[in-house]
């Protein structure tokens, strides 16, 4: 049985380390790829998505410093109503040739400096996928909107220590009142 090859990225943008000519860049993700991009990182929706970016080649190494910027609506994790948000991330990546061999019983020790390297094989790596990446990184999981005090202030939530059914529990007892 041959695996399945991985899906194509929503925000795809290959760059040719060796057609680098124009350092700066502007990347837009299209109403489409916003669309594709909100579907799988299970938000409500991604308005839009911008990116400045400057690439420097050092050596086989690439440089990728800019900024992006997206307006989304996200849920809110307590009450689940919509919820604009603005993200605004410095991005600094650098895009690095990948091992092409690592003896097997060889430790592989990553340091600080190595957490934002991002490996590519040949000679293409996908600025674009590594925008989406860092998009993923910059939406606040437990963002809270105006409702979830509301939410709170029933109940609802209840106390972990009281157990998974004691906001159902008090939400009962306003009910029978």
Not at 133 to 148: K, M, R, T, V, Y
Not at 154 to 175: H, R, V
Request: glycine share 8%; with cysteine; proline share 7%.
């Amino acid at each position: 049985m041959s695996e399945a090859a991985p899906p194509e990225p929503e925000f795809s943008r290959p760059i040719d380390v060796r057609a680098i000519t124009e350092p700066a860049l502007a990347l837009e993700a299209s109403p489409e790829e916003c669309i594709a991009l909100a579907r799988r990182f299970d938000l409500v929706r991604i308005k839009w998505l911008r990116v400045n970016i400057d690439l420097e080649r050092q050596g086989h190494d690439v440089l990728a410093k800019g900024r992006l910027r997206a307006a989304i609506i996200q849920s809110c994790a307590v009450s689940g109503e919509d919820l604009p948000a603005a993200i605004d991330e410095v991005l600094d990546l650098r895009f690095v040739p990948a091992i092409t061999a690592v003896r097997p019983e060889a430790e592989i020790e990553i340091g600080e400096q190595d957490c934002d390297e991002i490996p590519y094989d040949g000679t293409r790596f996908d600025l674009g996928e590594a925008v989406a990446q860092s998009l993923a990184l910059a939406i606040d999981p437990f963002a809270e909107g105006p409702g979830a005090a509301k939410v709170r202030a029933a109940g609802l939530l209840g106390d972990a220590a009281a157990g998974p059914f004691a906001g159902l529990a008090a939400l009962k007892g306003k009910l029978d009142n």
